[in-house]
């Protein structure tokens, strides 16, 4: 089975490296094609795979290329694992936004509406691209902002693009971690958009154990969730909020401590995987050992900001597991090309599992996986603040993907405006200005 990665020279690929040497299964992924336009981060990351598989026997065979129709040629599946306009472009959403007093985070609030504004021309482009090129390739997009790219793809590829995202597995897996109980056996009643989802009940043969986590205070404050949003929010919420809801309920916090701290997470990343490379570029020896101790300092900072603004302090070991998304992945191409049926949950669109938005609305929900695709489960609504909150953000990427398509600076700033988290169409307006002037990527917005 082939496997193409687009942004195959992208810092986190190891990890799905790491999944493929470790599945033995029949029918599994045996040759794996890197695409990147950077040719020097294609070549350091396929560096790290080759420490990977030293010493493994029939490890996937990996070739690299920057020519998109010769990358996508003969894939089974298709990762969208793309970042436009690099981490530079992350430093300055997240510095623009906050310049003007709210949040730039890469997929929530202006941030994520200036990444998705110069990213879903791209990702529509690479759609027409598999559709040509691949017709019956599946793809699996880690392109954020997840749930808008994937809604953006699926105009072009219909159900045969599938978003997935780690934060609502690791989630799942600490709450269980937390109440004793084996997360490959319980069913995580979850449902939402991309990074913002609420987890409302984990059954274990038909009982619900999330009511006794929400009424021990002292359980609730022993994980990630817990430190970041407090037991009383919780508890009011009566759901475990995915941890990016922070950004919404502590909203003036997030963006204090954003605004307060030495460099934003953009730029620490812009910083670390710089020296990453240039490292890997003059000095190759130990790729592998090099790229893990990059990683773990990586994890170790994840939303820092955040936890700092709640008194949270450092992460937990327990809480520094990867949300699993390589396995998830894994698990995704299994059930799709060996019809090994499975649950996941995914973004996908609707189809009238989540009755908080239409049909096409991608969403992120359990579904139903086999060899015809992702099949969204049906959930019960959400609570009214919780659909109040969806159908905003769900409008605000409407508005994207028709700034996209038009070319309308217009659009664009509505877009920014009706987010819940910009609150003021003159600012909605200065931010466009100022992220046009720094990214080329917006200059078809007119």
């Given amino acids: 089975m082939r496997l193409t990665v687009l942004g195959g020279g992208g810092f986190r690929l190891p990890l799905v490296y790491s999944a493929l040497l470790g599945d033995r299964a029949e029918g599994r992924v045996t040759d794996v094609v890197l695409h990147d336009v950077d040719a020097d981060r294609l070549t350091a990351i ?10 493994v026997p029939d490890a996937p065979t990996v070739s690299v290329t920057t020519d998109l129709d010769e990358a996508l040629r003969g894939a089974d599946f298709v990762f969208s694992a793309i970042r436009v306009g690099g981490l530079a472009g992350r430093a300055d959403d997240e510095r623009i936004a906050l310049a003007e007093g709210v949040l730039g985070q890469e997929t929530v609030g ?19 691209r598999v559709a040509r090129g691949a017709p019956d390739a599946w793809v699996i997009n880690f392109t954020n902002p997840a749930g808008l790219v994937t809604e953006a793809m699926s105009r072009e ?62 359980l609730l404050g022993s994980f990630e969730e817990g430190k970041l949003f407090g037991a009383p929010w919780l508890q009011s919420l009566g759901a475990i909020p995915n941890e990016y809801l922070h950004y919404y309920y502590f909203n003036r916090e997030a963006v204090r401590a954003y605004r307060e701290a030495d460099q934003t997470r953009g730029a620490f990343l812009q910083e670390q995987q710089a020296r990453f490379y240039t490292r890997m570029a ?38 520094l597991e990867s949300g699993g998304y390589e396995q998830v992945a894994l698990a995704l191409m299994r059930a799709i090309a060996h019809h090994q049926r499975t649950s996941l949950i995914l ?56 700034a996209a398509e038009s070319g309308s600076a217009a659009r664009a700033v509505k877009a920014f405006a009706i987010h819940p988290l910009v609150d003021s169409v003159t600012v909605a307006r200065r931010l466009l200005k100022g992220y046009a002037a720094v990214h080329p990527g917006l200059a078809y917005l007119r």
Wanted: charged share 30%; aromatic share 4%.
């Fill in 110 to 128: 202006a941030g994520g509406i200036a990444y998705g504004l110069r990213t879903v021309p791209v990702a529509r482009e690479i759609a027409r």
């Fill in 46 to 55: 396929a560096r790290v795979l080759a420490d990977q598989a030293e010493g």
């Fill in 347 to 402: 973004n996908v669109r609707n189809r009238g599992a989540l009755d908080a938005v239409d049909g096409d609305a991608v969403v992120e929900v359990p579904c139903f996986v086999d060899a015809n695709g992702a099949h969204p489960v049906a959930v019960a609504p959400l609570p009214e603040d919780a659909t109040g909150l969806v159908r905003a953000v769900k409008a605000a990427e409407r508005e994207v993907l028709a």
């Fill in 157 to 218: 590829l219909g159900d045969r693009v599938i978003g997935i995202c780690d934060s609502p597995v690791g989630l799942g897996r600490r709450v269980a971690r937390v109440l004793g109980v084996d997360p490959d056996r319980a069913w995580f009643d979850y449902a939402g958009l991309n990074h913002l989802g609420w987890l409302r009940g984990v059954r274990i043969d038909g009982r619900d154990e999330l009511p006794r986590l929400l009424g021990d205070p002292g």
């Fill in 282 to 319: 003059s000095s190759p020896a130990g790729a592998w050992e090099q790229w893990d101790r990059t990683r773990a300092e990586r994890e170790a900072t994840y939303m820092a900001h955040n936890r700092e603004a709640a008194g949270a302090g450092d992460r937990d070991a327990d809480d």
